[in-house]
């Protein structure tokens, strides 16, 4: 009899264990099957649209020579920021260019308007003679390849190709929306930066003083 | 008094920048005309917070256009909506463009504005039938296909049959290929993409492919260049000249004429003089892309060696080989002893006349002495 009792007392101890143990293999069981998608794969998609975006910004916005007059004597004061020089005058030379950037994702056209014709802006006559003043742009790439154009928009017979070429200037254009310099100016990182310099040709007749200055307007718009 | 210094005064020049930057997204739409079409495009400004913005329309049928809102201040949005006439008489592409602009603000100075604009391309049915094309031919390599993309756009206001070919001109202009595309109708207004393999026969080198697609009432055709390459990295040029000074550079340049990457190029280089070796060397490994041109750079001690010629034979290694032989010199380096001989003897000229002038009045006093 006591016998009896002993072997239910095992048999209680025997079927807890059994129980926990089957309970701990169930868990485990689903542990691992949640971990390793027994259970089946659950599956999703992602999905977005990436807007195409036009969009330029002047990193270099600003060309300042400040105070200064044509030398006595002399009939024209020449300052240019791509050679980063002042001729026959006493302003401060300025080498740095506008700089232009596409930060956009896709390929631009590139317009550039000044405000200004050179007698509007800085006086001494309309440009036909030597000595009345000019207000000439050049366009080059701050990087290389970052913009081709397959027009003559220069006017004489040169254009820009590829590369930092500053070596001639076209007469200023206040005909919006301006000259067109780049029909594909690049988003490329490696290769989406122009630079605009400025060639200020100011003649000693000119009537002009005081503060002067211009706006120069970059047009951008998406390669149609 | 000058009287050009009158007339001139002060100039104070400056271009002050009041705008950096400017966006506009989408940057393009495309639509075919119909008429009395409405369309509605929302577009994005990307702006500074204190920028004030002016919308605009210009170029093509921009008279079509109103917007939801032509000012505001920032970063918006707005709402161009475009009420296209019954007819437009100029069949081709017109381009609207929607610009967005700052309005400058009038300071003290001037200076830089930006404009950006996003074209809105409409195409109005050419009478009839007509067929624009957009053509591609991709580079390859020998022993792999030559992919053509040829879509024909039918721009014309009736249907098109087209019956396309492809012409394969090699460099000296001969045809060495004409391929069938199979004819098919294409609907106004709709595109048809043939795109297929070519099997890839030629040799390595330069092609033309020309597109012509015969559509009854006229015939388009569109020109693409493409080229077969083959694994070969070819040698343009190498330095034919070294200074006897030591460790010097040993520059190669090479091409490659393969239309995938070519990794761990590098070059052996063997230099001798009457068959007898001298010094031999390899170069740092580069890797070129597909038909690219890039240097590759050795370093020699020239110190040892005599100057003259010497044959140079130099193996380049890209799991092919290219073997070229040529020439090169060993020179000395410009001497300038000779502007330095002359200099030392002009200092020791004058070294020499201070000298005896500071002299002088001693073998004088000297004289002097002994007159007395």
Same mark, same amino acid.
């Given at each position: 009899m006591a016998l009896k009792v002993k072997d239910r007392g095992r048999g209680f101890w025997f079927y807890l264990v059994l129980l926990l143990l089957v309970i701990s293999v169930v868990m485990f069981l689903i542990n691992i099957s949640k971990f390793y998608g027994i259970t089946g794969n659950a599956t999703g998609t992602a999905n977005l649209t990436i807007s195409t975006v036009s969009s330029i910004n002047f990193s270099t916005g600003n060309i300042s020579w400040g105070v200064g007059e044509v030398d +006595?004597?002399? +009939?024209v004061a020449i300052l240019d920021t791509s050679a980063g020089t002042v001729t026959d005058g006493n302003w401060t030379a300025i080498s740095v260019g506008l700089v232009i950037e596409n930060i956009g994702n896709g390929n631009l056209t590139l317009k550039i308007a000044t405000s200004k014709s050179a007698a509007e802006f800085i006086g001494g006559g309309d440009g036909t003679a030597l000595t009345d003043s000019d207000y000439r742009l050049n366009i080059s790439s701050a990087e290389s390849g970052s913009c081709t154009n397959s027009t003559d928009y220069t006017g004489t017979g040169t254009r820009m190709t590829s590369g930092y070429n500053r070596s001639f200037f076209f007469n200023a254009n206040f005909t919006s929306p301006g000259t067109l310099v780049c029909d594909n100016f690049f988003f490329d990182d490696a290769k989406d930066t122009v630079r605009i310099d400025l060639q200020l040709n100011i003649s000693a007749d000119s009537n002009i003083t005081g503060t002067i200055g211009d706006i120069i307007t970059a047009t951008a718009a998406a390669v149609a | 008094m000058n009287k050009k210094l009158l007339f001139l005064g002060f100039f104070t020049l400056i271009l002050v920048n009041s705008i950096f930057a400017l966006g506009i997204s989408p940057s393009i739409h495309r639509a075919d005309f119909e008429p009395n079409l409405e369309l509605q495009y929302e577009f994005r400004v990307m702006a500074n917070q204190d920028q004030e913005i002016e919308i605009y329309a210009a170029g093509d049928l921009k008279e079509y256009v109103k917007f939801s809102k032509t000012n505001f201040v920032g970063k918006n949005s707005f709402v161009a909506n475009i009420n296209l006439p019954e007819k437009l008489d100029r069949p081709g592409k017109h381009v609207l463009l929607i610009g967005v602009r700052e309005i400058a603000q009038s300071a003290s100075g001037v200076g830089v504005s930006v404009v950006v604009q996003a074209p809105i391309v409409i195409r109005v049915p050419y009478p009839g039938e007509y067929a624009e094309l957009a053509f591609d031919m991709r580079n390859t390599n020998v022993d792999e296909k030559i992919t053509y993309d040829l879509t024909v756009y039918s721009r014309g206001d009736q249907s098109i049959d087209t019956n396309p070919i492809i012409e394969i001109y090699d460099l000296s202009d001969n045809k060495v290929e004409e391929l069938n595309l199979g004819s098919k109708k294409i609907l106004n207004q709709d595109s048809f993409n043939f795109v297929g393999n070519l099997v890839n026969e030629y040799g390595a080198g330069d092609y033309r492919a020309v597109s012509i697609v015969d559509y009854v009432a006229g015939i388009a055709k569109a020109e693409k260049g493409f080229r077969v390459g083959h694994l070969f990295v070819d040698v343009n040029e190498f330095s034919n000249e070294a200074l006897k000074l030591g460790i010097q550079p040993f520059s190669i340049e090479i091409e490659s004429f393969w239309n995938d990457p070519i990794e761990n190029i590098f070059a052996e280089v063997y230099i001798s003089k009457d068959s007898e070796a001298v010094i031999d060397f390899l170069t740092p490994s580069i890797t070129l892309n597909s038909w690219q041109k890039n240097s590759i750079v050795g370093y020699m001690d020239t110190s040892n060696l005599d100057y003259g010629t010497y044959d140079v034979r130099i193996v380049l290694n890209y799991g092919e080989k290219t073997e070229i032989e040529g020439k090169m010199k060993i020179v000395r380096e410009k001497d300038n002893r000779f502007i330095y001989y002359i200099i030392g003897v002009f200092v020791l000229l004058i070294v020499l006349y201070f000298w005896r002038k500071r002299k002088n009045p001693v073998v004088k006093l000297v004289k002097k002495n002994g007159k007395k």
């Open positions: +006595s004597g002399q +009939s | -």
